[in-house]
């Protein structure tokens, strides 16, 4: 009879490995090299070796001992200055100073005859530093916070607390606030577009209703960078928009609707609102019809009637699409390149700028990850909303 039930495991299990398969190379090996590639630390290890296992044994109090000055010296001796760079640059964000305290050291070393002992601090005198020492302390560790707190505009000082970083060296924080913003304005929007968009679709019928749902999916079926480009045209100052505005007498000029924050909200806004309107169709097509003719047998206003029956009927729908709209517009890319300013970029450009032109991929997995993190606490609030509104309370 175990055998039986063996067998039988044996074949659910087969059922679904293609499945598992497919979620673990698209879905969590993706996710667990990017969380790995924003904590991996190698740019000092891989740069001075000797030095990093002879400074684990120091204790950060005084100056280090004799056998770590002469590691370093040997790294800065056998380390080519490509490789050297990546680890002087990691260094120097810490403690202001040392790229031209490691190039003047190296140039030191590499002048020194074989088997001398170099003198440090007559080479620089910022060696009698502890500082310098511990900022070299504290980057030997294979994983590392950096890239996160940096993410965040944080940063440790040469003593290892956490402060803020200088104004001048970043601004991820203000440009993870500006997504928030410009996402929220786009989520509130097509609420308020998609949701008497969806009821009206769902109350008629017949060729009307699929013409207001075709105007919805038609340009879901369209590329993202056809309707970006489509509104890139239209709201030039000599587009569409701003010649029918002139002609019909309501501006002496065109507006300014490119370039700035009021084009890319437009745009998205469009792109957007069909992830809006099908939730909520959704949800709407499947309330009774007969419910608001029986509010108004009951003495019920139009208005009451519709936030007291209609409006809590549809919330899940409403959560659904809020949210995802919300997830979607946080990621965005194309649409704030193309036709926003400089001001309007959003996180996305920031991790496609450390990605692609400066290849700190440690950045960009930091980045993504504070993405990863807002997507799921998005996704456990509306959880929890979208069980306290279910109707039947489950």
């Not at 969806?198 to 309707?227: E, F, Q």
């Not at 390149?337 to 950045?363: K, R, V």
């Amino acid at each position: 009879m175990s055998g039986v039930f063996a067998n039988a495991r044996l074949r659910a299990a087969l059922l679904i490995l293609p499945l598992a398969l497919f979620l673990g190379v698209f879905f969590i090996w993706p996710l667990w090299t990017m969380v790995a590639v924003s904590v991996h630390n190698d740019a000092i290890g891989g740069a001075l070796p000797q030095t990093s296992v002879a400074i684990g044994q120091w204790d950060g109090e005084g100056m280090p001992e004799a056998a770590v000055r002469d590691a370093l010296v040997a790294d800065l001796r056998d380390t080519p200055r490509s490789v050297l760079g990546g680890a002087v640059r990691v260094l120097n964000s810490q403690v202001s100073g040392f790229r031209t305290l490691m190039s003047r050291t190296a140039e030191a070393a590499q002048d020194a005859a074989p088997g001398d002992r170099l003198d440090l601090l007559s080479v620089d005198e910022r060696w009698g530093e502890p500082r310098f020492w511990r900022a070299i302390q504290l980057s030997v560790a294979p994983y590392t916070d950096r890239n996160l707190l940096a993410a965040l505009d944080l940063e440790r000082n040469a003593d290892g607390d956490v402060v803020a970083a200088p104004e001048a060296t970043s601004a991820n924080r203000l440009i993870i606030w500006r997504t928030f913003a410009i996402a929220g304005t786009i989520t509130a929007l097509c609420a308020l577009i998609g949701l008497p968009y969806a009821m009206l679709a769902a109350a008629l019928s017949g060729w009307k209703r699929n013409l207001m749902l075709l105007a919805v999916l038609l340009p879901l079926w369209t590329s993202l960078l056809v309707r970006t480009a489509a509104w890139f045209i239209l709201l030039q100052n000599e587009g569409l928009i701003n010649g029918a505005l002139m002609w019909l007498g309501l501006t002496d000029g065109p507006l300014p609707l490119i370039f700035n924050r009021l084009g890319v909200v437009i745009a998205m806004t469009h792109v957007l609102l069909p992830f809006m309107v099908l939730p909520i169709y959704s949800v709407v097509a499947a309330i009774p019809k007969n419910l608001m003719p029986a509010a108004a047998s009951m003495g019920a206003t139009p208005f009451a009637a519709f936030r007291r029956i209609l409006l809590p009927l549809s919330l899940p729908g409403l959560l659904a699409g809020s949210l995802l709209v919300f997830m979607v517009a946080i990621g965005y890319y194309i649409t704030p390149a193309l036709i926003g300013g400089p001001n309007d970029q959003m996180i996305s450009s920031i991790i496609a700028f450390y990605a692609l032109q400066t290849a700190n991929w440690g950045m960009a997995g930091a980045l993504g990850l504070i993405l990863l993190a807002i997507t799921t606490v998005l996704y456990l609030v509306y959880s929890r909303l979208s069980r306290a509104s279910a109707p039947t309370g489950l």
